[in-house]
């Protein structure tokens, strides 16, 4: 099955810096990639994800990149804001499904300080 | 908060007793999930359904066990069985093609006291 680590598992900068959040994932089959953001005491949501199809995704401040060569994705928020703070999510689906059952990484908590 | 419901918020449940976490959904999603949230652990999968009537075990299905005789619901029973059952459980639907979105319920807290 599919294995996802995720670094690091907590993250500190100042408002206005960049933070990157790295994955890497076991199985070569998965080809899609989505990153969730949960806020303290709320439900994970969808933020940003990505196809195997593609290197780089961007919204807004939030840009995900792939290296499908080396396994591993990861995310990127610039101009960070103190309301960027949370803990993300990253995944990869379980290979050989044929619906969406996701491995999840472990989780970096992101505080971002005025 | 529509989509996706878990009940209760926070549940308490005694050492030996079996509690059952609800889960309901109107998104006419095919594929229903439950995680276990622990801290620095991630999301951890204990049981998915792919379609009504069927069901699979995921990472750590020991101690727990789900039915889903309806589309839209997918209850979690958390047994006796189940030795560290403090944790917040995560229920999730999604289409069920492939590399399609989760959406998640806003979680039950479980704690044995």
């Known amino acids: 099955g599919e294995n996802v680590e995720q670094h690091p598992s907590t993250l500190s900068v100042q408002e206005g810096d960049s933070a990157v959040i790295k994955c890497t994932y076991s199985d070569s089959a998965s080809n899609y990639f989505p990153w969730y953001k949960q806020e303290l005491g709320k439900r994970p949501q969808l933020i940003i994800d990505?196809?195997?199809?593609?290197g780089e995704k961007k919204d807004q401040r939030i840009a995900v990149t792939l290296n499908k060569t080396a396994k591993h994705f990861s995310l990127h928020i610039t101009e960070t804001q103190p309301e960027d703070s949370a803990v993300y999510f990253c995944?990869?689906?379980?290979?050989?499904?044929?619906?969406?059952?996701?491995?999840f990484g472990q989780g970096t908590i992101l505080t971002v300080h005025p | 908060d529509g989509g996706i419901t878990q009940s209760p918020k926070y549940l308490f449940r005694k050492e030996g007793q079996n509690v059952t976490l609800s889960c309901e959904q109107n998104?006419?999603?095919?594929?229903m999930y439950w995680y276990r949230q622990d801290p620095g652990q991630g999301l951890r999968l204990i049981y998915y359904s792919q379609i009504v009537n069927d069901f699979q075990k995921g990472d750590i299905a020991e101690g727990y066990s789900v039915s889903r005789e309806k589309k839209e619901s997918f209850p979690l029973t958390v047994t006796s069985a189940q030795k560290n059952p403090t944790a917040f459980y995560l229920c999730?639907?999604?289409?069920?093609?492939?590399?399609?979105?989760?959406?998640f319920g806003q979680g039950t807290r479980l704690t044995v006291v």
């Open positions: 990505i196809r195997s199809n593609v």
């Open positions: 995944a990869a689906p379980v290979g050989g499904t044929s619906y969406g059952k996701l491995t």
């Open positions: 998104l006419n999603h095919d594929a």
């Open positions: 999730a639907s999604s289409i069920g093609r492939r590399n399609t979105e989760a959406f």
